[in-house]
C-alpha cells in the first residue's frame, strides 16, 4: 500500500493531478469524486483509490503565508529590502499564478493559468526576467520560492550585510575560558588593570597544560579584555565589583507584605552635604533611616555626627510616635489635611490631632544590615522590647534590603544636591571648597528633613506602588498607607512615654544624700528621698538603682523605682542652669581631660564659657572673659558636635520650679554688663505635648 497523502480539502472546481493528467473536480461524494477526463465526459474514481495513486496531487492549493517579520527587515539596508520586495511580486506570481496587485477576476497570463505546474511557472518566469536584462536561471527562481515559502520576506533579502559574527571573531576558545578564570580569580582581590589579566591568561594556559595554544594580538586581547569585563567592574570599583559578583544570580523576587508595618528596613549612610556645626566648623553627617515596605513610607530619619547603637533605638521610637507640627510649617502639612484616615486614627489617639501628615507605623519585622549600630545590644533589646521580629540579611547582600538602600539613594538626588555645600557621593563629583559655601547647622539640616520627607516624600508618586487593576496609576506613600488601612484594618499604637524612656542606655547607681552620680555629674530630685542611701532589691547588681540616660543630653536622667512599682523618677543635672544649653558626653569629657582636679562647679562654669566662645565665633568678643582667650580647635569641634546632638527645644515644656531646690546665685558685678543666662527647659518624655494648652 503506497503512501496515502491527504489534502487539506477536496472541494468541487479544484484541479488535481492523477493518472498522468491534470483534471478538474466536478462532484465530490462520501465514497469517490468525479474529475474530467480527456476520453469521456467524466470519469468517477473512489476516493480511497485516488488518494493512493502516486501521482495524485492538489494543484493551486491556497498555501498558509508566513508574517514577513517586519523588525527584523529594519537591520537589513534599503537596498537588500528593495531587491527582497522586487522578488515577492515574482514568486507570488510563480505560487499562484497571478501578481498580488492584480484586480479580482483578472485572467493568468500565459504559462500561469490552469494546467501548469510550479516548475513549468519557474521555467517560464526565468525567461520572462532574462529578457528584461536580469540573467536569472529557473533553479535560481526554485531557490527564491523555497525560501519564500519557508521564511516569508526575510528568506529573499541578502544576508550578507548582517551575517552574524563570532562573539570573540578568531579567538581561540581556550584563550577566552583563561581569561574568565582570570576575571573570576579578581573578584574579592585589590583592583588590576587589563594588562595584569592578559599576563594571568598566560599564566593559566600554561598551568592547564596540553596542546599549545597561540595567544592573538595584544590589540586582539585588550579587545577581549573589554568585551570580557564589560558591567563586572574588574577593573573598576572593588567595592561594586564585589557586590556584582555576589549578588543574586536568579531573578529578583518580590516580597508579599498586605499590611503597614509588616517589613519594614533600616540602613545608614553618610549624606552628602557638609554641615556647619557651629562657627568655622565643617563636617559630614550620617543619615539613618527607616522605611515601611508595603507603603514605602519613611517613617523616621535622623542625622547625627556619627551613628551609635542609641541612636538606632531613638529612630525606632521616632516610628512609632507621632511628628509634631512645628512652627513655620504650612498648614497643608497637618494630618488632618491629607489624605490620611485622620478622623478614624484620631478616635483611637487624640494626640494625632496637632500631628503632621505622616503616618504612625508600628513595625513587626526589621530587616537591616550587619552594621555595628543595627546588631548592637542595645537596639536587639529595643526590638525584644517592642516584640519586633529582627532580621539581619545575608552578608553582601545589599539586595535584600533594596527598598531602604533606594531610598538613601533618592535623598541624595532629590533633597542633598539641592543644599549649599553638596559633596557628591565621591571626590571625583565634589567641586571646588563647597566647606565655603553658606551651610545649614545640623539643627536646621534636620528640621529641613523632616519637613522634605512629610511634604515631598509622603506626597511624591512612587514607581514601586502602583494599581494592579490599573497599572498607569501611581500612589503615594499617604495614599498606599490610607488604602492598607481600610484593606486590612491597621491601627497605630504609639509609643508612650515609659516606653521611650525604655530605649534608652541604662546604668546602675546608688542613690546617696546628695544624689545620683554619673560621670562625675550629680543629679537630684525632691522625689529620690525614699531611695537615699537605700537598698533597690536587686540582688544581681547589688542593691543599685536603675537610670536610663539620654547621651546626647546629659541635662537628666531618669531613675526606675523597684520598691515602688517600677516607675520612673525623673532627676536634674544640679548644676543645669550655669549651662545655657543642654550638652553630652563629649563636650564633657572633654572638658574633664583640660581640668581634671577641677571641682564639679568649676566644670560646669568651663563647659559653659567654651560654649559661649564657639558661639561667639573668631569676630565676636566672648559674653566673659577667661584666662585662654583664644579658643582651641579642639574646643570648636566639641563644641560643635555637642550642640550639633542636642536635642531641640522647640517643643520641650518648661522646667517645674521647686521649692525644695536653692535658687541660683546672683553674679556678682563686672565691669562688663553680663546678658542674662536663660536656661532652657527640659524634654519631658512623660508629658503629653500633644495636649491643648
Given amino acids: 500500500m503506497s503512501r496515502l497523502k491527504r489534502p487539506p480539502a477536496l472541494a468541487v472546481g479544484q484541479r488535481v493531478r492523477f493518472d498522468g493528467q491534470v483534471r478538474g473536480v466536478l ?24 488518494f493512493e495513486a502516486a501521482d495524485f496531487e492538489v494543484l493551486f492549493q491556497p498555501e498558509r503565508m508566513p508574517m514577513p517579520p517586519t523588525g527584523l527587515l529594519e537591520t537589513f539596508p534599503p537596498d537588500a529590502v528593495k531587491q527582497a520586495l522586487w522578488w515577492e511580486k515574482h514568486i507570488l506570481e510563480v505560487l499562484h499564478g497571478l501578481p498580488p496587485d492584480a484586480e479580482p477576476g483578472t485572467a493568468p497570463r500565459p504559462g500561469y493559468g490552469l494546467g501548469s505546474s510550479v ?14 536584462g536580469h540573467e536569472v536561471k529557473p533553479s535560481t527562481v526554485g531557490l527564491r520560492r523555497r525560501r519564500y515559502q519557508e521564511d ?24 577566552v575560558d583563561a ?57 573598576g570599583s572593588a567595592v561594586t565589583r564585589r557586590s556584582r559578583a555576589h549578588g543574586a544570580a536568579a531573578p529578583f523576587g518580590e516580597l508579599t507584605v498586605s499590611a503597614p508595618g509588616e517589613v519594614m528596613q533600616i540602613d545608614s549612610t553618610p549624606l552628602d552635604v557638609m ?37 538606632a533605638s531613638v529612630l525606632l521610637a521616632r516610628t512609632v510616635t507621632p511628628e509634631l507640627m512645628r512652627p513655620g510649617w504650612v498648614d497643608v502639612l497637618k494630618m488632618s489635611r491629607s489624605v490620611l484616615p485622620h478622623r478614624r486614627l484620631l478616635t483611637l489617639d487624640e494626640r494625632l490631632e496637632y500631628a503632621a501628615a505622616k503616618p504612625v507605623i508600628v513595625p513587626e519585622m526589621i530587616v537591616c544590615d550587619h552594621g555595628k549600630v543595627f546588631i548592637s545590644r542595645n537596639f536587639r533589646a529595643s526590638c525584644r522590647f517592642l516584640e519586633i521580629d529582627f532580621q539581619p540579611t545575608h552578608k553582601g547582600s545589599p539586595f535584600e534590603k533594596g527598598h531602604i538602600e533606594k531610598m538613601l539613594g533618592s535623598v541624595a538626588t532629590m533633597f542633598a544636591q539641592f543644599l549649599p555645600g553638596h559633596t557628591g ?37 512612587h514607581e514601586g506602588l502602583r494599581d494592579p487593576d490599573h497599572p498607569g496609576r501611581l500612589f503615594t506613600p499617604n495614599q498606599k498607607y490610607a488604602a492598607l488601612v481600610e484593606a486590612c484594618g491597621y491601627v497605630p499604637v504609639a509609643l508612650s512615654g515609659q516606653d521611650y524612656i525604655e530605649l534608652l542606655p541604662a546604668a546602675w547607681r546608688a542613690v546617696n544624700t546628695y544624689g545620683i552620680r554619673i560621670n562625675n555629674r550629680t543629679y537630684d530630685s525632691p522625689e529620690l528621698g525614699p531611695m537615699r542611701r537605700y537598698d533597690s532589691g ?11 540616660r539620654d547621651p546626647y543630653d546629659v541635662s537628666q536622667v531618669w531613675v526606675r523605682d523597684h520598691r515602688a512599682g517600677g516607675g520612673w523618677v525623673q532627676a536634674t543635672w544640679k548644676y543645669l542652669n550655669r549651662a545655657p544649653v543642654p550638652f553630652g558626653d563629649l563636650a564633657w569629657d572633654h572638658v574633664s581631660h583640660q581640668l581634671p582636679k577641677a571641682t ?3 566644670l560646669a562654669d568651663a563647659v559653659a564659657a567654651l560654649l559661649t566662645r564657639a558661639h561667639a565665633g573668631p569676630d565676636q568678643p566672648a559674653a566673659k572673659k577667661s584666662r585662654r582667650t583664644k579658643p582651641a580647635k579642639g574646643d570648636h569641634r566639641v563644641a560643635a558636635r555637642t550642640k550639633a546632638t542636642a536635642p531641640a527645644a522647640s517643643v520641650a515644656p518648661p522646667l517645674p520650679t521647686s521649692q525644695h531646690e536653692p535658687s541660683p546665685e546672683e553674679p556678682e558685678e563686672d565691669e562688663e554688663t553680663l546678658a542674662e543666662v536663660i536656661p532652657l527647659g527640659l524634654f519631658d518624655p512623660l508629658e503629653d505635648p500633644w495636649k491643648r494648652p
Fill in 600 to 602: 564639679e562647679e568649676e
Fill in 179 to 235: 581569561m574568565r578564570q582570570a576575571i573570576k580569580e579578581g573578584v574579592d582581590t585589590s583592583t588590576r588593570n587589563g594588562a595584569y589579566l592578559i599576563w594571568r591568561t598566560g599564566e593559566i594556559l600554561r598551568e592547564r597544560g596540553g596542546e599549545p595554544v597561540e595567544l592573538p594580538s595584544r590589540r586582539t586581547l585588550y579587545r577581549l579584555v573589554a568585551k570580557l569585563t564589560a558591567g563586572t567592574h574588574a577593573t
Fill in 27 to 50: 462532484e465530490v461524494t462520501a465514497q469517490a469524486a468525479v474529475l474530467e477526463d480527456d476520453r469521456a465526459p467524466h470519469r468517477v474514481v473512489a476516493l480511497i483509490d485516488l
Fill in 538 to 548: 536587686v540582688t544581681a547588681k547589688r542593691g543599685l538603682w536603675e537610670v536610663h
Fill in 152 to 175: 516569508g520576506l526575510i528568506g529573499l533579502a541578502d544576508h550578507r550585510p548582517v551575517r552574524k559574527r563570532r562573539e570573540f571573531g578568531s579567538v581561540p576558545e581556550p584563550v
Fill in 425 to 461: 557621593r565621591n571626590t571625583d563629583r565634589r567641586g571646588r571648597h563647597p566647606e565655603q559655601e553658606n551651610l545649614w547647622s545640623l539643627p536646621e539640616l534636620q528640621d529641613l528633613l523632616d519637613e522634605w520627607i512629610i511634604a515631598q516624600w509622603q506626597n511624591r508618586p
Fill in 119 to 132: 516548475t513549468s511557472r519557474q521555467r517560464v518566469k526565468a525567461a520572462e526576467l532574462t529578457a528584461l
Fill in 275 to 311: 554641615v556647619r556645626l557651629d562657627n568655622g566648623i565643617v563636617g559630614k553627617v550620617e543619615l539613618t533611616g527607616m522605611i515601611d515596605v508595603a507603603s514605602r513610607t519613611l517613617s523616621a530619619a535622623v542625622l547625627r555626627p556619627s551613628t551609635k547603637s542609641v541612636d
